[in-house]
């Protein structure tokens, strides 16, 4: 059996479907009728009066301002004495006497310690005696050569063995030196690690030596500002170590090859260190200043608008007591806190909505309520 269209209306269950479909249809058409209304209103588009176009939007703006911008590099380095050095012996030996206290600012050739040379000594004597005894028989050769006695190569046989006891003499005598252990620049030596009558050889380090006159600093900066780099460009450098103080310095020196892993090259500073606060492998964060500009174009930062390929500003334009603004897009450059310096689009006088963007566009009619550079201008 075959059922009509008609006959399934008739059904009490699709009765009430299509009743609720048809309410809903109605009350659908009902608010979409209504919003038509409330928005054009008896007065147009945004409840404007007939004839009158859109309101003027309240913007604040803010001169451009004329400053000083300096660029700056910041970095990290650690501290290094300008001469630094493990103390080691130069020969083996037992410790006679130590020199030198803890902390202690010693001069170039000061001894810091001394080994034992009591043999070396004996040797010394020895190899004199023996030096002595060939020039003596030196001697009384070169005179009986006169008279024909001794024949030529007897007295180049002493003459050679004289030489040879010097030699001998001159090594031990460098050996006994070597046994005093001297500072060989001017310096502060560090914690003492060994006691009188310890046996020591080349290996063991007795202390630390460190010319802490001045302190250099490593750092890497990025090869765009290669070409503002120079000796003598100023630095600063601040520690945990001391927080609430500056160090200032110089580029001493600037490495001949860029890193090609991280596109940077090497820089040194030195900083003076007459107070000997800073110390060797100390953590410093470096600031270099690179350039300066005195007559910078600076707005403040809440003006610039980042949209598509480059950041705009609206230039407040005013012409027959009307107000409205004009975008232009800029090129920007250092930013300072609440500032950015601005290199290309702007020129010193104009003025620049700082607060207000977001219903702006080009050419839109706005009326100034406050003026200022900070968040609460216009307030």
Known sequence: MVRTGIELVKHPMMRTVFQILFILLLAG??????????????GGSDGAPPGNGAQASPVVVSDVRVGLVAERVEAVGTAEARESIDVVPEVAGRIETIHFEQGQEV???????????????????????????????????????????????????????LEAAAARAAAIETDIADRRIR??????????????????????????????????????????????????????????????????????????????????????????????????????????LVSQRENALLVPEMALVAEGDRPHVYVLEEAEGQASVRRVDVQIGTRLPGEVEIREGLSKGDRVVTYGLQRLQDGATVRVVGTGDGPDAGS
């Open 183 to 288: 500072a060989p620049f001017d310096g502060v030596v560090g914690l003492r690690r060994v006691s009188p009558g310890a046996y020591i050889d080349s290996q063991t380090v007795v202390t630390t030596l460190d010319d802490l006159s001045e302190i250099k600093m490593e750092f890497s900066v990025p090869e765009r500002f290669m070409g503002v780099l120079s000796r003598g460009l100023p630095v600063e450098a601040t520690s945990v170590a001391w927080p609430d103080e500056t160090f200032e310095g110089v580029v001493s020196d600037v490495d001949t090859r860029v890193d090609p892993t991280t596109r940077s090259l090497r820089v040194e500073a030195t900083l003076p260190n007459e107070d000997r606060r800073l110390r060797t492998g100390m953590f410093m964060a470096v600031r270099l």
């Open 107 to 161: 001069a170039a050739e000061a001894v810091l310690l001394e080994l034992d040379s009591t043999r070396q000594q004996a040797l010394l004597r020895e190899a004199e005696a023996n030096r002595r005894d060939m020039a003596r028989q030196l001697e009384r050769a070169r005179q009986l050569l006169s008279s024909q006695n001794v024949p030529q190569a007897r007295v180049d046989e002493l003459q050679a063995g």
């Open 29 to 42: 058409g009902g608010y979409y009728a209504w919003q038509n209304f409330s928005s054009s209103g008896p």
